[in-house]
Nanobody, 124 residues
Framework: QVQLVESGGGSVQAGGSLRLSCAASGRTFNTYVMGWFRQAPGKEREFVAGIRGSGDITTYADSVKGRFTISRDNAKNTMYLQMNSLKPEDSALYYC?????????????????WGQGTQVTVSS
């Protein structure tokens, strides 16, 4: 069982930055692929970024590539999402998720554990 808690959301102007954190419980954090997803009102939940357990491989949605950076600190059981050059279309509820399968999956259905989400609002 893994419990995930996101933090770091807020309201910023376009072009600004935010850093999201996802704190995980449990002793096996480094065995989980971790992902960030987001969901805007009226839209489906979409993959943002993922990182393997060791942190050696990351992948990003095209819409955030070059602006967002995913990372993790396994000693602290924490994953991060550094978001730069934010745009109004980045506004959404951001979720972190854990997947025990070992590969970075883009489908939210394949993730085993979810946090409660943290709101990001970007104004123009």
């Amino acid at each position: 069982q893994v419990q995930l808690v996101e933090s770091g959301g807020g309201s910023v102007q376009a072009g600004g930055s935010l850093r999201l954190s996802c704190a995980a419980s449990g002793r096996t954090f480094n065995t989980y692929v971790m992902g960030w997803f987001r969901q805007a009102p009226g839209k489906e939940r979409e993959f943002v970024a993922g990182i393997r357990g060791s942190g050696d491989i990351t992948t990003y949605a095209d819409s955030v590539k070059g602006r967002f950076t995913i990372s993790r600190d396994n000693a602290k059981n924490t994953m991060y999402l550094q978001m730069n050059s934010l745009k109004p279309e980045d506004s959404a509820l951001y979720y972190c998720a854990a997947d025990s399968r070992g590969r970075i999956n883009w489908s939210s259905r394949l993730y085993d554990y979810w946090g409660q989400g943290t709101q990001v609002t970007v104004s123009s």
